[in-house]
C-alpha cells in the first residue's frame, strides 16, 4: 500500500518551492486542502488566466463549445471556420459515441472545416465559409449547419452571425453560429457557456408541433455518451418507465433540442458545462432542474430515488426501487470480488470539470482512497458549491462572454411545480438548483488543485505515489512512465461505458487489472536492482 502523506501544507509548500515569487503567490491560491463533511470550505482560486510557460493541461474555448456541447449531436453539420488545424485535430478524438437511428443520419465520423488559408486572412473568409455551407448542404441535406469561429476568424473582424443568417434564409434550414474563437476567456469553460447561449437563442424549443408522448418527461443535460454511457443511462432510464426527451448532447438530434421544453425535469449531469441552459430553460419555460451523477451504481441509484420523487407517483417510485434491487444483484457480486484486491489503494483525478468529482464514486465503492483531485476548467461553484455563486467575481479575461438576458416565455412559461410543492420535495431531499461542489467530503488529508500543470503532477506523483492517476492523454504516457498506471477520464482508455449499473461493473474490471496488473514490477532491467554484472573498462 502507498505511503499517505498526512500535511497537505507542507506538500503544497514543496510543490510551489522552486517557482518564481509570482508564479509561486498565484498558484498556492489554487492548492488546498479538502475538507471534512459539513466544515466550511475555504474559498479556490479558479477559473482564471493560465500561466504562460506552466504546461497546463487545458484547451480553448472553441474546443469546449465545439469540441464538448455541440460537436456530439449526430444530424447538425458542425463546421469549423479557419485554418486546418483546429478542425484536423479535434476529428473524431472525443468518444462521442452516436448510433445512426431510422434517418440514417450521422455526421460525426466527418470533419468540417473552411481550411483559411493566407488569402483569407488577407482579404476575409465570410465569402469561404458562404461557399462552405453551400457545399455542404448540397453534399448532404443536413436539418441545420452550426458554425465555430477559431482564433484568426475573430481578429480579421468576419461577421460569422451575418453570414449564418442569410444562408439560413437561402437555404431554409437551421444555421447559427458560435463565437468561440481560442482566446476567450480561459479555457474550455468559456465555449461551454457560449454553446449554451448559442442553441438556447436558435434551437431549443422551436417545434410547438410535435408532440411528446409519455409520462415523467425528463432531459439529461451535460451528458455526452463517452464510450456509451449515455445509452447506458437511456437503458436505466427506460427500464424505470422515465420518458427521456433530449440528452444533451450525447447521440442527440437537433429535433431533440427542438422539442426539450416539452420536458418537466432538467437533470443535470455535467453541471460545468450545461447548467446555463438549465437555468434558462427554467425562466423562460417554467422546468426546475436537479443535479444528478449516473457515475458510481450508489450514485446512480440515489439519482433515480431523486428523479422519481419529483414525479410524486407512486408507481414510478416502486419500479425504480425494482430495477436498482435487480440491477445492485449484478454490481454487488462483482464489487465483493474485487474488493479484496482493491481496498485501501490510492488515487488522484486530475480532470476536465466534473469528472474529478463524480469517480470519486466509483473508487468509493471500491474501497479505494482518494488523495488529490482537481479540475482543468471548473469555476468555484464546482468546487465550493453552488451557494458560492453570489460571491463570483468575473474577471476581466472573463468578462467578453456573453451573459444572456432571459425572460419567462409569454405564451410557453408553465411552472411544472409551485412554490409549496417545491419547498416540500426539497424537505424530501430533491434539490432543486443544488449543487455541492468536489471539495466538501474529500477529508483534510486530500490536495485540491485547480489547473494543475506538468511540474505540479510530477512532484506529486513522487511524493504521494498513488496506485492509480486519472488524467488526459498528454498526461497518460508521462505518469506510465514514472511506474504509475494511468486512467484516462476523458476517453476512457478506449473502454467504456462506465456510467449506471452496468457501467459501474466495467469500472470496477478495468481499475482491477490496472492497479493489481504487475507489469509495474518490471519497469526496472533486473541488472538495475543487482549492479552491472560486467563492467568494460577503457583503455587509452
Ligand atoms: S486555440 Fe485557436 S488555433 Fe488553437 S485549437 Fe483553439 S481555436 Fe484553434
Request: glycine share 8%.
Amino acid at each position: 500500500m502507498s505511503t499517505k502523506p498526512t500535511n497537505v501544507e507542507e506538500i503544497k509548500k514543496e510543490l510551489i518551492a522552486k517557482m518564481p515569487t509570482k508564479v509561486a503567490r498565484k498558484r498556492a491560491k489554487s492548492i488546498l486542502p479538502g475538507t471534512e463533511m459539513g466544515e466550511p470550505i475555504p474559498e479556490i482560486q479558479s477559473n482564471v488566466r493560465t500561466i504562460p510557460g506552466i504546461i497546463t493541461q487545458r484547451g480553448c474555448t472553441y474546443a469546449g463549445c465545439k469540441g464538448v456541447v455541440l460537436g456530439p449531436s449526430r444530424d447538425i453539420v458542425n463546421l469549423t471556420h479557419g485554418p486546418i488545424g483546429c478542425g484536423f485535430y479535434s476529428w473524431l478524438t472525443r468518444r462521442n459515441q452516436t448510433e445512426a437511428g431510422p434517418d440514417g443520419e450521422n455526421f460525426i465520423p466527418y470533419s468540417f472545416s473552411t481550411d483559411m488559408t493566407e488569402h483569407d486572412i488577407v482579404f476575409g473568409g465570410e465569402k469561404k465559409l458562404r461557399a462552405a455551407i453551400k457545399e455542404a448542404y448540397d453534399t448532404f441535406h443536413p436539418k441545420a449547419i452550426s458554425i465555430f469561429s477559431t482564433c484568426p476568424v475573430g481578429l480579421i473582424g468576419d461577421d460569422i452571425h451575418a453570414v449564418a443568417r442569410t444562408m439560413q434564409e437561402e437555404l431554409g434550414i437551421t444555421i447559427f453560429a458560435n463565437s468561440c474563437e481560442g482566446y476567450k476567456g480561459v479555457s474550455q469553460s468559456a465555449g461551454h457557456h457560449i454553446a449554451n447561449n448559442q442553441i438556447m437563442k436558435h434551437v431549443i424549443g422551436t417545434d410547438d408541433d410535435t408532440k411528446i408522448e409519455g409520462k415523467f418527461k425528463v432531459n439529461m443535460l451535460g451528458e455526452y455518451n463517452i464510450g456509451g454511457d449515455a445509452f447506458e443511462i437511456e437503458r436505466i432510464l427506460e427500464k424505470c418507465g422515465f420518458t427521456l426527451v433530449a440528452t444533451f448532447s450525447g447521440n442527440s438530434t437537433v429535433q431533440d433540442f427542438r422539442v426539450a421544453h416539452n420536458a418537466d425535469l432538467n437533470t443535470v449531469m455535467c453541471h460545468r458545462s450545461l447548467n446555463y441552459v438549465a437555468e434558462m430553460m427554467e425562466t423562460k419555460f417554467g422546468i426546475p432542474w436537479i443535479k444528478v451523477n449516473f457515475i458510481g451504481a450508489e450514485a446512480s441509484a440515489k439519482s433515480l430515488r431523486r428523479m422519481a420523487a419529483y414525479f410524486e407517483d407512486q408507481e414510478l417510485i416502486d419500479r425504480v426501487e425494482a430495477v436498482i434491487a435487480e440491477e445492485l444483484v449484478a454490481v454487488n457480486k462483482v464489487v465483493e470480488e474485487i474488493k479484496p484486491r482493491t481496498a485501501g489503494k490510492t488515487a488522484m483525478l486530475f480532470v476536465g470539470g466534473s469528472r474529478a468529482h463524480h469517480y470519486q464514486e466509483l473508487f468509493k465503492e471500491l474501497d479505494m482512497k482518494i488523495l488529490g483531485a482537481g479540475y482543468e476548467f471548473a469555476h468555484r461553484d464546482d468546487y465550493e458549491g453552488r451557494h458560492v455563486l453570489p460571491n463570483i467575481k468575473v474577471d476581466a479575461d472573463s468578462r467578453n462572454i456573453e451573459e444572456l438576458e432571459i425572460l419567462p416565455d409569454p405564451e410557453r412559461y408553465k411552472p411544472r411545480k409551485t412554490e409549496a410543492e417545491m419547498a416540500r420535495l426539497n424537505e424530501k431531499g430533491v434539490d432543486f438548483k443544488g449543487y455541492e461542489g468536489m471539495i466538501e467530503g474529500m477529508g483534510k488529508n486530500a490536495m485540491v488543485i485547480d489547473d494543475i500543470n506538468h511540474y505540479e503532477t510530477e512532484k506529486l506523483l513522487e511524493i504521494y505515489k498513488p496506485d492509480i492517476f486519472c488524467a488526459g492523454i498528454k498526461e497518460k504516457f508521462i505518469v506510465q512512465k514514472m511506474g504509475i498506471p494511468l486512467k484516462q477520464l476523458h476517453n476512457y482508455d478506449m473502454g467504456g461505458p462506465y456510467a449506471g449499473f452496468n457501467g459501474a461493473i466495467n469500472w470496477y474490471r478495468d481499475i482491477d487489472r490496472m492497479v493489481n496488473t504487475k507489469v509495474w514490477a518490471l519497469i526496472k532491467a533486473p541488472w538495475q536492482s543487482t549492479g552491472p554484472e560486467l563492467e568494460a573498462t577503457y583503455v587509452a
